[in-house]
């Protein structure tokens, strides 16, 4: 009997047919490491799931990515993925059908909460150089929140009682769902035309579903322009969402955003009056030390009997008259004496008398130096014995052969020792 033949598209086709019976296979949880994760222009991404024996083809296409992937998948990420096992005919490989994919022991909000976080403080969202002040005393607070509900009774009720006197604006919006993101950041935009002091952004406690909206980066971009300071309040104190990172300040929850935004009005009345009770008394003490300053100037004697100053100053210039006059006479007595002394003298009395005996003088010491003249010495028949023009007063000083001149009065006579 002959075997019926099958064509190649036949056999894949009848074994997809199979594959697609098998009701296990059409809703199938696979978990694995990610290889070769790509994605293409069209949106869908390809990638291979693996474990430490085997490998599995996958795809997922970009309708379930954009429904259900809130994460970036990377290669080496242990997950897990809901899908279906079919046949890709054309090749004739079997391969997975991803609709949804979580990290495995961790949920996909988690993953893309984390991945966002990491990203917008690498991109300096979170630093608190950015970060406004938080006024103390403002006159307008704006609350986007939802418009009915716990958080946005906590917060009127809170600032009304603590510091009725300032104004708030409620701009309300969703604050879950889809829809919720666009709608705050709608709506923080719209809230930047009212002249606000501060803007409070959140909502009451619920699930990470719930506050996603609050993790959202389109939400955190609008924080982080807002010129107006921004308190997050966004759940419970244990939940912390992006929006809480890039705000200029976290509140724990609603009512703990009134609390920062306001202060409380008696306490500011109680500061105010010690304030004042502090001035009075600091203006009391100093009025006290002045006029005891004063009552102590006003004492002393000087003012009590200001003449007594000229008194002390007249006494001085009388003494420093006094000490003149006594130096000026003392002064033309000195010159009289010295001018009478010298009337007297025998200078002025016999000036010629000066004259002889400076002469008389001058005669001894001229004939002084007649005596020491040497010429004189050769008129008397001596000589003078030179050698080199040097005189010589002893024999020893020349020896053979020394020329010498022997100066007589009349002439000098060149000889030579022998």
């Not at 799931?49 to 970036?72: T, Y």
Request: hydrophobic share 35%; aromatic share 8%; net charge positive.
């Amino acid at each position: 009997m002959e075997r019926e033949t099958f064509t190649v598209s036949e056999i894949n086709s009848y074994i997809n047919k199979k594959l697609k019976k098998d009701s296990q296979l059409k809703n199938i949880l696979v978990k694995g490491e990610l290889s070769n994760y790509k994605s293409y222009p069209s949106g869908h991404s390809y990638f291979t799931l693996k474990d430490e024996k085997s490998q599995l083809s996958a795809v997922m296409f970009k309708g379930n990515k954009d429904r259900f992937l809130k994460f970036n998948p990377e290669n080496g990420m242990k997950v897990i993925i809901k899908g279906k096992i079919e046949v890709y005919e054309k090749t004739g490989k079997y391969q997975l059908y991803a609709t949804t994919m979580t990290e495995d022991g961790i949920g996909n909000l988690h993953i893309a909460y984390e991945q966002l976080k990491k990203k917008l403080s690498k991109e300096g969202l979170f630093d608190d150089t950015h970060k406004k002040e938080i006024p103390k005393y403002p006159k307008k607070i704006g609350v986007i929140t939802a418009q009915t509900g716990a958080a946005i009774r906590d917060i009127i009720t809170t600032i009304k009682r603590r510091y009725p006197i300032c104004n708030i604006l409620i701009f309300s919006t969703l604050v879950q769902g889809d829809q919720a993101a666009p709608q705050i950041v709608k709506q923080i935009n719209h809230a930047q035309e009212f002249d606000l002091d501060t803007l409070i952004v959140g909502r009451g406690g619920g699930s990470i579903e719930d506050l996603w909206p609050f993790n959202e980066e389109i939400v955190a971009n609008a924080i982080y322009d807002c010129k107006i300071p921004v308190i997050s309040a966004v759940g419970h104190e244990i939940d912390y969402t992006i929006s809480d990172f890039v705000a200029d300040k976290r509140a724990p929850t609603p009512t703990g955003a009134a609390v920062i935004a306001v202060p409380d009005l008696n306490e500011v009345k109680n500061n105010l009056a010690q304030l004042s009770n502090r001035i009075n008394k600091t203006i009391f003490d100093m009025i006290n030390q002045k006029r005891t300053k004063v009552t102590h100037i006003s004492e002393k004697q000087i003012l009590r009997n200001p003449e007594t100053i000229y008194e002390i100053k007249a006494m001085g210039l009388d003494n420093l008259i006094n000490k003149l006059n006594f130096t000026s006479k003392n002064i033309i007595n000195n010159n009289k004496i010295k001018l009478f002394k010298l009337k007297n003298s025998n200078i002025l009395k016999n000036p010629n008398e000066i004259t002889r005996i400076k002469k008389e003088s001058y005669l001894k010491s001229f004939e002084k130096l007649e005596i020491l003249n040497p010429l004189l010495t050769l008129k008397r028949g001596y000589t003078l014995a030179k050698t080199n023009d040097k005189i010589i007063s002893s024999a020893k000083e020349v020896k053979s052969g020394d020329k010498i001149d022997i100066e007589f009065n009349d002439g000098i006579i060149n000889t030579k020792v022998i």
